[in-house]
T-cell receptor, first 114, second 113 residues
């Protein structure tokens, strides 16, 4: 079974631009979560989508948004990029068995904002 | 609120020596605890997890962790470090009824030849 895939793997943007990152979850997984990883802050939760609905949201400004499509693929958008948005963005898809959740992470998209 | 603290952002051990990475959690309800490893330029991999039952949990690559409720700890250990263990390690916590993981800031493990 294919794992979580993220595209692109690397991206360079300049301040003020916007960017869209894509995540394809494992087949059959309906939950997709996004995380930002930076050296200073570690891993921080951005948001989670389940069946095309945002179910949880972390403490990030409105410049960060996302959506999920009917095939469970998810996109994350960051508008008006700032230097501090340079980070590794990780996507994870989840499967639930009762109350037990198992997350599978993708390789990440490394974003550099100049 | 639930949180997790990893003591030591950088840890160096000699090849063949004991690896000990520390993780303490704060949770008002019984936690589920995880250790993830991230190799350079790769995504996160689940090393091991504790949910219920046996408090000593064995994971992949020879790692294990012990849930100690009295100490609110979930330290990760490996008896003998290998060069391939060099990576960043993240401790994470969640709990029944919650969907999301709360991560620690990570510990970068360096193995000295």
């Amino acid at each position: 079974k294919a794992g979580v895939t993220q595209t692109p793997r690397y991206l360079i943007k300049t301040r003020g631009q916007q960017v869209t990152l894509s995540c394809s979850p494992i087949s059959g997984h309906r939950s997709v979560s996004w995380y930002q990883q930076t050296p200073g802050q570690g891993l921080q939760f951005l948001f989670e989508y389940f069946s095309e609905t945002q179910r949880n949201k972390g403490n990030f400004p409105g410049r960060f948004s996302g959506r999920q499509f009917s095939n469970s693929r998810s996109e994350m958008n960051v508008s008006t990029l700032e230097l501090g948005d340079s980070a590794l963005y990780l996507c994870a898809s989840s499967v639930y068995r009762g109350t037990q959740e198992t997350q599978y992470f993708g390789p990440g998209t490394r974003l550099l904002v100049l | 609120a639930q949180s997790v603290t990893q003591l030591g952002s950088h840890v160096s051990v000699s090849e063949g020596a004991l690896v000990l990475l520390r993780c303490n959690y704060s949770s008002s309800v019984p936690p589920y605890l995880f250790w993830y490893v991230q190799y350079p330029n790769q995504g996160l991999q689940l090393l091991l997890k504790y949910t219920t039952g046996a408090t000593l949990v064995k994971g992949i690559n020879g790692f294990e962790a012990e849930f100690k409720k009295s100490e609110t700890s979930f330290h990760l250990t490996k008896p003998s470090a290998h060069m391939s263990d060099a990576a960043e390690y993240f401790c994470a916590v969640t709990w029944v009824g919650n969907e999301k993981l709360t991560f620690g800031t990570g510990t970068r493990l360096t193995i000295i030849p």
